[in-house]
């Protein structure tokens, strides 16, 4: 079975489905590199009347790892696919995932206090073609909630202090549960979330860095890229792991900035950056776009 | 036999090669869309003994053709490979190009009195690991021909007046065919080629036009540009067709500008957006990152 | 007297205020180029014990004129400043503005069904330092009306047919008078304002293009650009004139794009730029950093 | 007198010459920042027939440094405006340098065996505006020597071992003095300076770091990205101090990449964001557009 979204139980089972127009299918995937990889997928895709629109590999001399994004459209359903997948995965020794191209992926935000990012993701999903279905949004403080009643989103206020820290967490994954959650954003949540929880939603956490990682890490990073008198500033989208601020990065971008800024200039521009870097990342992996090759990425965009 | 590359002179002929290790090679097609393309070309590779180790398709639902670059590793030679892709290429109609990667493409540079481009290739093939085997340099002038010069390079003085604009065409089309090119690029050379010339040449002549297609057509750009008060200034390389500044793009770039920059200035960054852009599309064609989908690219990148 | 924002009810008439902490002031200012103007301009400063924080100077060769925006703090209070301007001003037949650093000014924005600015420019009112004050929305659709309420403004539907326009462009002009108007965006207004109006508020309005002018002016410039196969697409944001598509550029920026976008992608990754183009020209403005220059802007950021 | 170009022999002392055509002088300054500094610079000029063409100024909350930069076109000679400025620099504190628009600067480039930047520069010199007059290209390695001739520059083969490297830094000061140098550019020169030499150049000496630092300081930056996984690489020029690595920064730029880039990619792109952000910085400090703030520095673009 597939690693990184297990459940999708917003696609019916098309077992039994009669006749029908072809669904479009994107298949990632990732094994050791060896010769016939493309060819097993490719033939198993063929003999379920698939049509690749579109297909990406790539072979990482490094890690001696093959990954692969396909979207394909056939009118075969989940269960056909799949019991069709399985051998090939097998034989190549695969970590794959299969979802239909376009279904919203079930989204948890975390915030604190800044807007920016809430903002940008809510309307992107509302307003735009960003797959994500925002099942509830998450703050630890109260400031954002209006905004995401606006939204129509449910918001669940977790405080944290240093007392109530473990409870909170306790109900952060109480939420994940409840509500099926496939991701979780953190959209310049505030918390440090604990080892063991990055552990247990490893891959499935995206964060949004306040700064062009590896510069500037830790706390307050446009004061510190002020003091160095830096020409751009940047912000890094990363999936979390329990070691802060080093999981594998999934996008980045910069903002041009000059002598003429102040700190909070600084603070102003890098919302920007982070909004869209963060938005950039978000999709991207909704998308199925984003496999992990060690502590690196692979992004088929 | 495919299209865009038909003579390899610089590459041998493995048929009868013994035990080697594997070459690098690079396949790039487009051909109707169907399915079992990408199944059929797999299994012709892993056939023998192809490990894939970089490979993007594309269907284009606008134009109904499917297309697809493959980068593969094997011990199979070119006769071998040619043959087995022979009746793949048959059955589904295909238009294809095969070649060693990194074997490095014959161009012929066309210059007039502007520098920046052709000191931009001939840095790149010299000093980078930009693919191109510069077999001469033409103008028609000769400010350019010590720049040549010292780059080793063959340097053809072909002035071409309203009388003589025959016999300079002549000439070219005799350069082309004696240096055995594969690629022409028109690197600020301010002479328009005739329709007949680019129609036997379509596909191998790049060009770099000084704006941003399709704004500002025509003469002086910048002179438009600044006009207008425009706040970036582009430049687009394109495929030469008989319609002027119409054939495909290739790439486009921009640099910012503002009411400060005179006229000159403008030309002076455009200069640097130009060579830029040039770079790119000349690279991207002679690595067959490029593919022609009717007035438009496919760019593999 | 000055003449782009001629009345600022929002500031006090500082006249017989009592000693009081430093305000900082913003004066922008164009005339005919000849010796002496900075000195003659911070002369008047200085002897109001003005201390200059930023300033810059721009003399355009081409139209032979001058352009200076300088921010100032002082006690000075606008009464004095003006009466002190008085003279210089008369002196070099300046057109010039004084305002308080980072007063909102008062805007309208203009609306139809997309919503991608407007949500933009509310939310870099409400949680960045955008210093406008959105005064009213208004729509010739309903679409946008609960966007609005959540940003707690006022909506005003203002259907418009070819029977209504004349009776539609009647209520715009009241709006703008009875909310004090200084400014108007066309945040994606669909409809097109009379020569009359917009030779009323000319230097007022602010439109959107969504595309990189001069290249696919009027209807469906996406589509335009995905049929010629570009590779970046962009927005302008320009002052409206009567000749549509053709008022002064203020700021344009573009996006990569490549041979998967179809049309759609192309619309919605062009929202992007359009929101931040018409966001930083929409900021520029309200801070005095954009000074006519004939049909070109010159823009002090 | 003035801080930055304290020798220019190419300017004529111009005491004594008859009425003839206004010059173009650029005046750059630092001080203290309070009231009325603007008005005595302007004043000062205004006295002297100058026309202000272009002019910024700036003054830094945090240092409480005003800087200022000014193109003033004028009849008046060196001695004249410099015998003016005296009294006012004296007043005021100030840091200035006076030079004529456009005069080249005395550059000497120092390299090791990586071509692009000394390709960038030279071409820039002979083919573009860059005001810069390479008056010579010092190298521990003689791989550039051939394309120092070509264009027509001494090269000097100062080869460096742990023994020699006091020797070898001799030679390098000897130069500095002989060629009456007023700018060294490190053009990738892979070779430490001391500390001593340093300071006795401070603010007279470019480096171009294959970073975009604080990231990846010191050795192998790009093995460094590369394993780190980032999505964009940089460079950052800066002004060379005993501190390494640590100068005011000067320009900073990026260039996207991604997984499919090996280290010797990113080493190939990153030679095109390292020669652009090199020419920028060394253009703008031949311009006399950077003022240095503390470990900051101030660039009027």
């Known amino acids: 079975m597939g690693s990184v979204t297990t459940t999708?139980?917003?696609v019916p089972d098309d077992r039994d489905a009669p006749a029908q127009p072809a669904t479009?299918?994107?298949l990632a995937l990732s094994c050791p590199d060896r010769p016939g990889i493309v060819h097993a997928v490719a033939g198993m895709l063929a003999a379920h009347d698939g049509n690749i629109t579109e297909s990406q590999q790539f072979g990482d001399p490094a890690s001696g790892l093959f990954f692969m994004r396909v979207q394909v459209a056939t009118t075969a359903g989940r269960a056909e696919l799949e019991a069709a997948l399985g051998p090939v995965a097998a034989e190549f020794g695969m970590t794959w995932s299969l979802d239909v191209v376009g279904r919203p992926m079930r989204t948890l935000i975390l915030v604190s206090r800044a807007a920016h990012c809430l903002v940008d993701l809510l309307y992107r999903e509302r307003y735009q073609d960003m797959p994500i279905d925002v099942v509830g949004v998450a703050g630890n403080h109260r400031d954002l909630q209006d905004l995401a009643a606006f939204y129509g989103k449910p918001f669940h206020h977790i405080p944290v202090t240093p007392d109530t820290k473990a409870v909170a967490e306790s109900r952060l994954r109480d939420l994940v549960d409840e509500l099926d959650v496939e991701l979780v954003v953190l959209a310049r949540y505030m918390q440090i979330l604990s080892d063991d929880l990055c552990r247990d939603l490893a891959g499935r956490v995206i964060n949004i860095h306040h700064s062009f990682l590896p510069s500037f890490k830790g706390a307050r990073p446009y004061a510190q890229a002020h003091d160095r008198g830096v020409k751009l500033i940047g912000a890094?989208?990363?999936y979390v792991t329990g070691d802060l601020d080093e999981g594998p990065i999934i996008e980045q971008d910069v903002e041009r900035v000059d002598h003429s800024h102040a700190v909070a200039d600084l603070v102003?521009?890098?919302e920007d950056v982070e909004?869209?870097?963060l938005a950039r990342a978000v999709r991207w992996h909704a998308e199925h776009r984003v496999l992990l090759d060690g502590h690196r990425t692979?992004?088929?965009?």
Chains 1, 2, 3, 4 share one sequence.
């Open 8 to 10: 999708e139980p917003a």
């Open 24 to 26: 479009e299918w994107v």
């Open 236 to 238: 890094t989208s990363h």
């Open 268 to 270: 102003a521009l890098g």
């Open 275 to 277: 909004r869209r870097t």
């Open 298 to 301: 692979v992004v088929f965009r």
